[in-house]
């Protein structure tokens, strides 16, 4: 028996001479919170739809929650598509609880979901209202209490935090990290860093349907240098002498500013020390670690550069 509840071995998907997936390998493990990562038209959707058995893959095989085909456990999992929609004429509690009995809840019970869902999520009091009367992220608040009212194993949601306010984007966050405390799995696709920042266990970045990087947020962050903006009126060249130190650079726009990159487990104090001891007047010490978003454009900066060379 297998932890992994989604695998992909080298998953293709081809239009024509377009292909709008390559190769595509990965594992998720049971209880993770996974993030499906890249910029517009990298492929993610198209990966999520073969998932899901929407559309078909080219070629390579796809295992999801122990079968090759979704539509074996649709029972078992949750789905929000990346174009959202909803019976308008329908109120919030009948649209929730109607996807809930199409996924074999009853009636009953179905309802008393609905309307337990609509209060924990700040919904409660807008159960009978109709869905065309209601604010585009209720809406989506919906549909997302929709496509997990079932309690499925496996939850994919594509772009779920397109639309949404800050305090909306703050409550699925939320709802996000609740399937995964009570056991089950969320995927979901962004290219907004900050939210997979927040809640990923790991990720998938690709980028012109290839992958680029598949693992942790710590590993992601590790593959870029940690570094430090400084800006002085003095020459601050002799600091890439200071150990730990691997190169310096002075702004091409900015006279004063300079960047220091550090080695992994470099001591940015040292460079405060040595200025100190060498009289050096610093009017500003800026030490950062690389986020995801570094590590985002970056790799992405690269995968386009050497698309650009072939």
């Not at 990298?42 to 739809?49: D, S």
């Not at 009978?128 to 209490?145: F, I, P, T, W, Y």
């Not at 220091?260 to 487990?265: A, D, I, S, Y």
Request: proline share 3%; aromatic share 6%; net charge neutral.
């Amino acid at each position: 028996m297998t932890d992994w509840v989604l695998s992909l071995d080298k998953v293709s998907k081809r239009y024509g001479e377009f292909t709008a997936v390559a190769d595509l390998s990965l594992r998720i493990p049971k209880g993770a919170i996974y993030g499906l990562l890249g910029p517009n038209g990298a492929g993610k959707t198209t990966t999520i739809r073969m998932i899901l058995d929407i559309i078909k893959p080219s070629s390579g095989s796809i295992n999801i929650l122990g079968h090759d085909c979704a539509a074996a456990v649709r029972h078992r999992l949750g789905y929000l598509p990346e174009e959202k929609g909803l019976y308008k004429k329908m109120t919030a509690l009948n649209v929730i609880s109607y996807f809930a009995a199409l996924k074999g809840l009853d009636r009953r019970t179905a309802r008393q979901r609905a309307g337990d869902l609509l209060a924990q999520y700040g919904l409660g009091e807008f159960a009978q209202n109709r869905v065309e009367s209601l604010s585009k992220g209720m809406s989506q608040k919906v549909q997302v209490l929709a496509a997990v009212a079932h309690r499925p194993e496996l939850v994919i949601l594509d772009e779920p935090f397109s639309g949404l306010d800050p305090v909306n984007q703050e409550s699925l966050e939320q709802l996000i990290k609740n399937i995964a405390a009570a056991g089950g799995t969320v995927i979901f696709s962004t290219h907004v860093m900050q939210h997979a920042e927040r809640l990923c266990d790991q990720f998938l970045l690709v980028a012109g349907g290839k992958k680029i990087f598949d693992g942790s947020i710590t590993a992601a962050c590790s593959l870029l240098p940690r570094r430090i903006l400084l800006e002085s009126t003095e020459d601050l060249s002799q600091l890439g002498l200071v150990e730990g130190v691997l190169h310096i650079t002075r702004s091409a726009h900015k006279q004063r500013e300079w960047e220091v990159h550090l080695q992994e487990n470099a001591n940015p104090q040292l460079i405060l020390q040595t200025c100190s001891q060498q009289g050096i007047s610093l009017d500003r010490f800026d030490y950062r670690q690389p986020g995801l978003h570094d590590v985002f454009v970056h790799l992405v900066s690269q995968e386009e550069k050497g698309q650009a060379e072939c």
